[in-house]
């Protein structure tokens, strides 16, 4: 299994797979392989028809991990975790926070206008993160849930990381403020990618 810490490192951490120890370097490109796919399925409406919940959530995580960890691919996190600074909540948790946010998020989707349509991204993708639901490769499987939502409400499919090393402060201090449900930093992130992705 992984290690607990999620603190920068990667190359040397290592994961238990089917493959034997794993650095982090070495899955990367494994794993990169099963999110192209899963992006794909999405681009294709191959998800259309399941609901924005819990299930989908769990669905996208072993689809990107299953064959590779099968042990924790697919299910919620049973241990703590330490993202940075940030604490996430504890495991026991996880599972009806999870079931809050996709409430939260229908209910912010069935009044979404232009007013709202910014801060409901931010919250989409910041609370999820907040939560940090699985062991591992949650990162990932917000992106891939991103590319749904996008494709849902006919958003361009915008860069979901920064693209350059300049921006990746602003955009952890947006994390960090959506922790504290503050949304408004990683809002004014989404404009910009959107405006980005029209330029």
Do not use: C
Not at 9 to 21: I, K, L, Q, S
Request: charged share 25%; hydrophobic share 45%.
């Amino acid at each position: 299994m992984a290690d607990n810490s999620t603190s920068p490192g990667h190359a040397t951490r290592t994961v238990e797979t089917t493959r034997g120890v794993l650095t982090y370097a070495q899955l990367a490109p494994l794993l990169a392989e099963r999110v192209l796919a899963v992006e794909e399925h999405i681009a294709t409406g191959g998800f259309s028809e399941l609901p924005l919940d819990g299930d989908l959530l769990l669905h996208l995580h072993k689809s990107i991990s299953g064959d590779l960890v099968p042990d924790w691919a697919g299910r919620w996190r049973t241990v703590a975790v330490k993202v940075g600074a940030h604490e996430p909540p504890a495991p026991h948790e996880v599972p009806v926070l999870i079931r809050l946010y996709a409430d939260d998020l229908a209910a912010r989707l069935a009044h979404l206008d232009e007013s709202t349509l910014l801060e409901t991204l931010a919250f989409a993708e910041g609370r999820l993160l907040s939560i940090h639901p699985f062991f591992d490769f949650n990162g990932r499987v917000t992106r891939l849930w991103l590319r749904e939502f996008l494709r849902r409400l006919e958003l361009p499919p915008v860069d979901l990381v920064p693209t350059v090393p300049k921006d990746e402060p602003a955009y952890f201090t947006a994390l960090r403020a959506g922790d504290a449900l503050d949304w408004k930093p990683l809002a004014a992130i989404w404009r910009q990618r959107i405006e980005n992705f029209s330029a």
